[in-house]
């Protein structure tokens, strides 16, 4: 368009929109693009192009800055030129790696060429110009035309010969001057025979080659460049002197003849050089990417990369203070508290199953699926991937598993990066390599305070190993640990912080880990939870001003570590704390995990983002916070160390600052990673935790002194950003009780009004105001909107809410509630560790029931009852409108745990739950997690400690309010009629019949067996519950007595539970339990029966899902460990094993045993008489087998002495190729004959002898002997058919054997024992062989000699 035009204005205006066209990123690719490829070039051409190259490469720059390019040079052959430059970069990608190890051109094949250059100079005569790439040398066509015009019919003689152009040894660069001449010269006295006229010319002497396939493709690609950008450069209207220069100089590069294109040594070597360069490689892919991928191709496909790349180019435009040179920049210390978790997960860790059958690496490599891909092809393990598991790939298995879990390992490889930073830093400001080492080591640093390595290194632990591994490969990583030694006889221990790192200079083959400082402590320094002090013991080994917390479960990144150097300058503003964002990492795990990372960024981004500006009131709420380190070691410390008291340690740090008067600040443009729980049961424990934190704030003397310093208005804010949120719950799920039994109280007295008018309660009106509550969701919608996109905002928002967000904010709701208070009333806070695992098993009925039936079940249940009775009292017309929020909340606490529990809707965990929750509740004694009696005296355990005031508001708040209920519940008829309380009577009897029968059977548990308390209580049970369906269709009255008696029995069981007399309802507490458990387990069934599972997996694995992760999958596989009891795979791997193992043990016994016994390996046709291979029974082994302690056997076959092995558990013994399980089968071919037993199980009836002759041979022995024995499928034909006892054919004994005949069966007759010879054999002296029977096996006797085929 631009040639085509005439215009000078619109060629200018063509230009111009072409350079509009040009984004920033386009332009940057095209000045990536240029400088690679003229580096490439050049390095590739070398010494002998460089002024010519480096001439036309600054011209045509030079153009491109001007505009001038474009009345300078044609763009048609524009595209041709970058395919010949992707061209070359594919044939240099392709051989880098093997000419850096072995160049063609090496030092050996110059040695050569430099002696047979030095040979041939010699013979050499005329001029030699150089060589061609392939063809012959231009100085030899010329040599060989001149030969041709010269007279050659009269000479006499020649005297000078033509030139003589040998070909070059190896390149044909041999260059031999013009006035060099032959030695070979004549006289014109001389005679010479005439010749004929070639004779003396040589031109095609084979010399030294160098065959480099790359070489000729490069240099072709070359000349096509080459030529193309002379035709570029020769445009329609004339060429300018200055293109012309261009265009000579590019002649002269393609005809230089001991230059790239024509010198074979030379081309070769520049390439071998190209190789070595360590900036080859990257430059060469980054190339590739430019010149031959899409846009689309190599746009980011993984959404982690998206989101940190995302966020780390927004972070770049928010207000970050400048920084000063590295030299100059503030120096910090990473500190992170570690205890025992996991440092790098193990192979056994990898391989373990939980109980669905799941592995830990399946389901990293199901959730992490591209990654594992990734990974094998950085491995080179293309096809098996069980060759992960050798020691060449099992330590970097284990390095890729731990990046993807919650461990040490990734939090320091993340950390780290710190140090990258700092050195990337120096080096682009030019710092002297040994000042960038001293900058890596000053300015940054890393202390994992492990308070128990010492305790590793003494017990041999793994993780002490991992430990050092982290050290070996971070030589600036310090580990920080608490160390005691004895120091007299009483047994008194001093206690040591110690420091250690990696000692580089041992001169064991893994290193050492060297002592840098002991200090001695003044006693045991954990006097509280452990990661106060375990914190506070290891400042002393920090370095620097300021001071990072990061916890166990965090990750860095290399770009935010980059903006490092800017947050630590935001200390110049005065403050002594900073924090900054965190990312959850884990929540595209499941929903859970999601409602955890949508909670944290509310609070860690939304939440304290408000609480630092306007309300200046932010604290320190734990890691990644930096600390000014001068006012943590001087006031207060890190954390506060106090048992119980102190159990969110880390706030109070912040609540220092505060008191003093100091500021804590807040971040935006920096991030870390943050791992955290993903299953109900992880979150609970962690919302539990929280929550009874912040009651032993509320009664800490920390608080009180805060609150008596700050103004009302920052009080106020306080409160809110503090315990406020935590008395707020607690005040919620008071007032939903309250409000339940108000409106159940007032049907069921038949108070619904006011002055005797009814009440009409605006149902609708009050559904669209408490829809103002989602109104809260608003903050998080715009974040979400801001961050993401609108339609991606919505899109979780809308997920949220469909998978059932709601029940898990209201579950936790009751959570945060039911801890607060209960640690209000009677204390017992305590660290509840959640563990950091991968959740993805099903947890039975008994497990959810033990963690939730005290906070949730119990309370939903409750309201579900009250809300039933409300339905059926009421006069209102608008039930659902009152009640709909009421019966959320009651789904939310019945349903929630199993909502949110995989595969609780399939049929068989539910039967499977059921039975185990059976067990549960039957069993007495034992741990919490064995028995509902023990669980149920620890949980209630806490009403000891409280005090008279609270049991009394107590009694009051629930037995009271029970009562009241139960006496509404009865009627206002029942003080006046006898037939009404005769009914209250029979109940009241039958449920005094239930504990009194329950009480009296578990005083007689001294004289009476468990299996008769068992069925008396069962008994019991049966009576009293067909008893109570019979009053109940004898009168519906008795349901409303029923229900009443339960309210006023609850009140009574509650009080004696209060008051501490436990044994006496204990029972009541059971059936109420009973009933609770069946009343949801009726619902999962419901659930069931409407095929809810495969919904329910969707849902809670939806982020998983959306994210590329086949998560069904791994919840297939645990459905088939289920419902499948043994797959064929995994029993011919046990086969396997098993037969390794037996082949152990046959040469155990065959080096050990005596007599004739055969040896593994030997081979005979048994043909002789006198071949005895039977030995002596001794303890169970023989020449042909043995009994195994499983009760397996072991046989090897007299024909090809192949070992047959199995135990009696698998049920089968086979040959060479295993059959199926309880399949017999005999082996077709004669050298492979094996014997094929099924085992059976020993029985008592006398069996029918069934055996009938084969060619000789015995065939379907069955049904299997008394004694325990065989059922034998085959024996290989016996080929004398005169009848013989067992003993004379190898005599199996313990099986109901009798002597064979040819051609009947025989009748059945007493074993043969083993060692007995046949003339002797008789019934009564078998019971050796029975013992031997009993153990499923069988044993050879020894006979005088074997038939010819026996």
């Known amino acids: 368009q631009y040639l085509a035009e005439k215009d000078t204005q619109k060629k200018m205006m063509i230009i111009e929109s072409f350079s509009k066209s040009m984004v920033a990123t386009f332009q940057e690719a095209v000045h990536e693009a240029w400088e690679l490829t003229t580096w490439m070039l050049s390095s590739l051409l070398g010494d002998n192009h460089m002024k010519d190259f480096d001439r036309i490469t600054l011209v045509i720059f030079n153009w491109t800055t001007t505009n001038d390019i474009f009345a300078r040079m044609s763009a048609e052959g524009i595209a041709k030129i970058i395919h010949c430059v992707s061209n070359i970069v594919t044939a240099l990608k392709g051989c880098l790696s093997k000419r850096k190890l072995n160049p063609v051109a090496g030092t050996e094949f110059l040695l050569k060429y430099s002696q047979e250059a030095a040979k041939m100079k010699d013979v050499n005569i005329g001029n030699n110009h150089g060589t061609g790439a392939k063809g012959m040398k231009k100085s030899v066509s010329t040599g060989f035309l001149s030969a041709l015009s010269s007279d050659m019919s009269e000479s006499p003689a020649v005297s000078e010969t033509n030139n003589h152009n040998l070909k070059s040894p190896g390149n044909g660069g041999g260059l031999v001057s013009d006035n060099e001449v032959s030695p070979l010269k004549t006289t014109s006295d001389e005679k010479i025979p005439q010749r004929k006229p070639f004779t003396k010319l040589q031109p095609f002497r084979k010399g030294m080659e160098l065959v480099d396939n790359v070489r000729d493709k490069v240099r072709e690609e070359m000349r096509t460049l080459f030529g193309l950008l002379r035709s570029a450069l020769k445009m329609k209207g004339g060429v300018t002197p200055e293109s012309q220069d261009l265009i000579d100089r590019i002649t002269f590069v393609l005809s230089l003849e001991t230059g790239f294109i024509w010198n074979d040594v030379y081309a070769s070597m520049r390439i071998d050089n190209f190789a070595v360069d360590p900036r080859s490689s990257s430059a060469l892919n980054k190339l590739n990417g430019l010149l031959k991928l899409r846009i689309t191709q190599v746009d980011l496909k993984s959404r982690e990369a998206k989101r940190r790349l995302n966020f780390f180019m927004n972070s770049l ?321 890190m954390s506060k160390a106090s048992k119980g008291i102190n159990l969110s340690e880390d706030v109070f740090s912040g609540f220092n600052a505060t008191i003093r008067g100091q500021t804590v600040g807040f971040k935006e443009y920096v991030q870390v990673g943050k791992g955290r729980d993903v299953g109900l049961q992880q979150t609970y424990k962690f919302e539990a935790k929280l929550s009874q934190g912040n009651a032993e704030q509320s009664l800490s003397r920390d608080l009180s002194r805060i609150c008596d310093r700050l103004d009302f208005f920052r009080l106020m804010s306080f409160y809110y950003g503090g315990i406020g949120h935590y008395m707020a719950n607690t005040m919620v799920m008071f007032t939903l009780v309250v409000v339940v039994y108000t409106m159940l109280a007032l049907a069921v007295y038949d108070e619904e009004g006011v002055n005797g008018r009814p009440m009409h309660p605006e149902g609708v009106l009050q559904l669209l105001l408490s829809g103002m509550g989602l109104l809260q969701t608003l903050p998080l919608i715009v974040t979400l909107t801001v961050e993401k996109g609108f339609m991606q905002a919505m899109s979780e928002i809308g997920y949220m809410f469909l998978s059932g967000g709601p029940l898990y904010f209201i579950f936790h709701i009751q959570t945060k509630c039911y801890y607060f208070s209960q640690t209000l009333l009677a204390g017992g806070a305590m660290y509840r560790p959640t563990g950091r695992g991968f959740v993805t098993r099903h947890s039975p009925f008994d497990e959810n029931f033990r963690f939730f039936a005290s906070s949730h079940i119990y309370l939903g249940f409750e309201l579900m009852v009250a809300l039933i009775l409300f339905s059926m009292y009421t006069k209102s017309k608008q039930y659902f409108g009152l009640t709909w929020s009421l019966w959320l909340t009651v789904v939310a606490f019945l349903m929630g745990p199993f909502w949110f529990n995989p595969l609780s809707f399939e049929w068989n965990r539910i039967q499977d739950d059921y039975m185990l929750w059976m067990s549960w509740m039957a069993e007495i004694g034992g741990s919490s997690e064995q028995s509902w009696d023990a669980w149920w005296r620890e949980e209630n355990n806490f009403y000891h400690k409280l005090s008279s005031t609270w049991k009394i508001f107590l009694i009051v708040q629930k037995c009271l309010l029970w009562v009241f209920i139960s006496r509404g519940l009865a009627g206002h008829r029942f003080l006046t009629d006898k037939g009404e309380q005769g009914r209250f009577l029979e109940v009241v009897g039958l449920f005094f019949v239930f504990f009194i029968g329950n009480w009296v059977v578990n005083k007689l548990e001294r004289y009476l067996s468990y299996a008769v308390r068992r069925f008396a209580s069962l008994c019991l049970t049966t009576f009293v519950m067909v008893t109570t369906i019979y009053l109940t269709c004898l009168h519906t009255q008795y349901i409303r007595y029923t229900v009443a008696i339960y309210y006023f029995f609850s009140s009574i069981a509650f009080l004696c539970l209060v008051m501490g007399t436990h044994n006496q309802i204990y029972y009541m507490y059971k059936l109420h339990d009973y009933i609770v458990g069946h009343s949801i387990f009726v619902l999962l069934i419901l659930l ?93 082994s023989f020449g042909y087998g043995s009994v195994s302690k499983e009760g397996g056997l072991i046989v090897v076959n007299p024909l090809n002495t192949s070992v047959l092995s199995d135990t009696a558990k698998m049920g089968s013994i086979t040959g060479q190729s295993p059959s199926r399980i309880g399949v017999s089968k005999v082996a077709e071919s004669p050298r492979a004959a094996s014997l094929a037993i099924k085992i059976r199980a020993p029985t008592v009836a006398a069996p029918t002898p069934l055996l009938t002759p084969v060619g000789g041979g015995i065939a379907a022995v069955k049904p299997p002997a008394t004694a325990g024995g065989l059922g034998v499928s085959a024996f290989p034909p016996i080929s004398t058919p005169t009848s013989q006892t067992p003993a004379q054919i190898g005599g199996l004994a313990g099986s109901s054997f009798v002597p064979v005949t040819p051609q009947h069966q025989v009748p059945a007759a007493a074993p043969i024992p083993a060692s007995t010879p046949a003339a002797a054999a008789s019934p009564p002296a078998a019971a050796n062989a029975k013992e031997d029977a009993k153990q499923g096996g069988f044993v050879f006797s020894q006979p005088t000699q074997f038939p010819s085929r026996g």
């Not at 978790?341 to 690496?361: F, H, I, M, P, Q």
């Not at 298995?397 to 710190?418: D, F, I, K, N, P």
């Not at 050990?1152 to 029974?1177: A, D, Q, V």
């Open 317 to 637: 435009f928010m207000d970050m203070p400048s920084v000063p040179s590295t030299r100059f920049t503030k120096e910090y210390t990473v500190m992170t508290p570690f205890y025992s978790e996991d440092v790098l997960l193990s192979k056994a860790d990898l391989e373990s199953k939980n109980s669905d059958g799941v592995s830990t690496l399946l389901y990293l490599q199901t959730l992490y699926k591209d990654d594992w891909n990734n990974f094998l092809e950085r491995r080179n393990i293309a096809n098996d991937e069980q060759q992960v598991w050798s020691s060449k790939h099992l330590q970097q298995l284990r390095c890729w598993a731990s990046l993807r879990a919650q461990t040490l390992y990734r939090t320091v490889e993340g950390m780290m990066h710190s140090e990258a930073a700092i050195r990337l830093f120096a080096e682009l400001e030019q710092v002297s390599p040994a000042e960038v080492e001293i900058f890596a080591k000053l300015k940054f640093n890393y202390v994992v305070a492990c308070q128990v390595y010492g305790q590793f290194k003494k017990t041999q632990d793994p993780k002490a190993d991992d430990i050092e591994f982290l050290l070996a490969k971070h030589p600036n990583l310090r580990v920080a640990y608490i160390d005691n030694m004895r120091v007299n006889k009483a047994g008194d221990l001093s206690y040591f912080s110690v420091l250690v790192k990696h000692d580089a200079g041992s001169l064991l083959s893994k290193g050492s880990i060297k002592e840098v400082y002991r200090v001695q402590l003044p006693g045991n320094p954990v006097l509280g939870e452990g990661k106060p002090e375990n914190q506070n013991h290891a400042i002393i080994f920090t370095r620097g001003r300021f001071l990072q917390a990061i916890d166990m479960n965090q990750d860095g990144y290399f770009e935010e570590s980059l903006k490092m150097r800017n947050l630590l300058e935001e200390f110049e503003s005065g403050c002594v704390i900073l924090g900054f964002r965190e990312h959850i990492f884990t929540g595209s795990v499941s929903s859970v995990a999601n409602y955890m990372a949508l909670q944290e960024l509310s609070f860690v981004t939304l939440g304290q983002r408000v609480l630092n500006q306007p309300l200046r009131i932010r604290q320190h709420y734990g890691h990644p916070d930096l600390f000014n380190k001068l006012f943590v070691m001087t006031q207060g410390g």
């Open 1088 to 1180: 069931a029966m409407l095929q809810l599972g495969y919904f329910q997996t969707w849902l809670l694995y939806y982020d998983a899902l959306s994210a590329g992760v086949e998560m069904k999958d791994i919840l297939k596989y645990a459905r088939r460990s289920k419902e499948r009891s043994s797959d064929e795979t995994e029993i011919i791997d046990q086969l396997k094993l098993q037969v390794s193992r037996q082949e152990k043990i046959i040469q155990d016994i065959l080096s050990k045993g005596g007599g004739g016994e055969m040896e593994l390996g030997e081979r005979s046709s048994l043909t002789s008489s006198s071949n005895n291979y039977s030995s002596g029974y001794k303890g169970g």
